[in-house]
T-cell receptor, first 115, second 110 residues
């Protein structure tokens, strides 16, 4: 199994600023992902964080808005840039130990409010 | 693109009644996973089904995977307050990511 520490757990930010969310996994994992979840909604995949290379973004998400780093097999960051109130949401990082056909582990989530 | 549909969106039950949520994929799945998200929490893995027609039980929870490996269900017998939350199914996508259903929120009537 894997335990993921995600921080901050919540933040209130001014529009136009940026917030970086960090996820630390207690073991080496193959895959790491970043999701956004609106209250009462399902999970929307933002991107797959690739170790040592550029993240793979889903349709509707771009690197300039959501830059992602993954310098090693246990750590990743997501930055929400030039925030607007529409970015208010819960952001979740997730990891899989072996990739295909294995369970996903999640961080505790970051509840972001942009004012 | 690949989709996983899940119904119903909500289910209100009296404590002690049963609860069922259904998932249907647009494509054949190699496996399907189920997760539970408590209010204010993050998704937590419950189980993975791999074989056609597979049925697995965890205490009061029964999980089924269809013969065609395109549909699945989760049934909870005699719900308890601890069962409250949203239940998601998820199937593997083309690039190691998971394709998530919309979730079914289990609400216990007071």
């Amino acid at each position: 199994s894997a335990v993921i520490s995600q921080k901050p757990s919540r933040d209130i930010c001014q529009r136009g600023t940026s917030l970086t969310i960090q996820c630390q996994v207690d073991s080496q994992v193959t895959m790491m992902f970043w999701y956004r979840q609106q209250p009462g909604q399902s999970l929307t995949l933002i991107a797959t964080a690739n170790q040592g290379s550029e993240a793979t973004y889903e349709s509707g998400f771009v690197i300039d808005k959501f830059p992602i780093s993954r310098p090693n097999l246990t750590f990743s960051t997501l930055t929400v840039s030039n925030m607007s109130p529409e970015d208010s949401s819960i952001y979740l990082c997730s990891a899989m130990i072996q990739g295909l056909n294995t369970e996903a582990f999640f961080g505790q989530g970051t509840r972001l409010t942009v004012v | 693109g690949q989709q996983v549909m899940q119904i119903p969106q909500y289910q209100h039950v009296q404590e002690g009644e049963d609860f069922t949520t259904y998932c249907n994929s647009s494509t054949t799945l190699s496996n399907i996973q189920w997760y539970k998200q408590r209010p204010g929490g993050h998704p937590v893995f419950l189980i993975q089904l791999v074989k056609s027609g597979e049925v697995k039980k965890q205490k009061r929870l029964t999980f089924q995977f269809g013969e065609a490996k395109k549909n699945s269900s989760l049934h909870i017998t005699a719900t308890q307050t601890t069962d409250v939350g949203t239940y998601f199914c998820a199937g593997p996508g083309s690039n190691y990511q998971l394709i998530w259903g919309a979730g079914t929120k289990l609400i216990i009537k007071p």
